[in-house]
């Protein structure tokens, strides 16, 4: 169910309280188990191998069996470190996020910093591509979540915006990284399971070639067509200007638009 969406009330001991219990998990790891000898393993060594799984094969292969097979345990002895898939799945989703890069460069105006921030983001969901693959629905928010939006407001203090504009501002910057980076991941996921770039933009360049001509699609058969924005010879991407377009070329085009209007936006209230 997509966050936000209605739902009936949940009976104490329901899904809400899974979620609050997985929630204070992700917060209150503890490096050791809760009963048993001393562990033979970490936390983080689960962590780290279920990562590792997800990156090579996708989150469908992440299981608890191929996990403890990776690690030469038990499935049950990995429930000692987390009581569910589902929570070794919270805890590797913040840690593939990760922290936010420092910036250890005198802070610049906002747009040149938002333009740091989001390029970042794109870059550590393009890394661990999987994270695309994970369902829409409520799920408990980690450290390393929260350290991605305290950076962005970070790059946005000094604008003169209010409270409220801040977190809608984030709302807007982040929905567009992740909206625009689907291609890009949808390339490194490719990537991850052996398929060249050139292979993959030969595939997705003959998906959309599958337009022209067809009565459908008049307006995008046009466009593709075109001597300006049509398909480029072995390219994924419609042209721009004659000219193969880059994925960094596209989101770049976009970020600045998105920008526009926030700056548009600051200007109408007197905001810097």
């Known amino acids: 169910m997509a966050r936000g ?11 809400n309280e899974e979620l609050r219990k997985r929630s204070d998990l992700l917060w209150n790891a503890q490096q050791r188990p809760s009963r048993g000898p001393k562990p033979a393993l970490s936390r983080e060594e689960v962590i780290q191998t ?3 799984i997800a990156d090579r094969e996708g989150l469908g292969a992440l299981t608890m069996h191929a996990v403890a097979e990776q690690l030469g345990f038990t499935t049950m002895a990995l429930y000692r470190y987390f009581p569910s898939k589902e929570a070794l799945i919270d805890a590797c989703v913040d ?16 747009r040149v910093e938002v333009r740091h921030w989001s390029h970042a983001k794109r870059a550590m969901l393009c890394a661990r591509p999987w994270l695309a693959e994970l369902p829409f629905v409520a799920a408990p928010h980690g450290p390393n979540w929260l350290s991605w939006h305290e950076s962005f407001l970070w790059t946005i203090a000094e604008a003169g915006l209010s409270p409220e504009d ?5 709302s807007i910057v982040h929905g567009y990284v992740h909206g625009s980076s689907d291609t890009a991941i949808s390339l490194a996921r ?3 399971r052996g398929i060249s770039p050139e292979q993959w ?32 010879a072995g390219g994924s ?4 200007h004659g000219r193969p377009r880059t994925l960094d070329e596209a989101f770049d ?8 209007g926030i700056e548009s936006y600051m200007r109408s209230i007197g905001a810097t």
């Not at 840690?95 to 906002?110: I, M, N, Q, S, V």
């Not at 022209?212 to 049509?230: F, H, K, N, V």
């Open 50 to 52: 279920a990562m590792a």
């Open 190 to 192: 490719a990537q991850s």
């Open 166 to 170: 801040m977190m809608d501002v984030l």
């Open 253 to 260: 085009f976009g970020l600045e638009r998105v920008l526009d």
């Open 201 to 232: 933009a030969a595939a997705v360049g003959a998906d959309l070639a599958r337009a022209i001509g067809d009565p459908r699609y008049p307006l995008l058969s046009e466009i593709l067509s075109s001597d300006s924005a049509g398909l480029a």
């Open 237 to 240: 991407l419609p042209a721009r």
């Open 5 to 15: 969406a209605a739902r009936d009330p949940q009976p104490e001991g329901g899904d």
């Open 95 to 110: 840690a593939a996020l990760g922290p936010p890069p420092e910036r250890d460069t005198p802070r610049e105006a906002w």
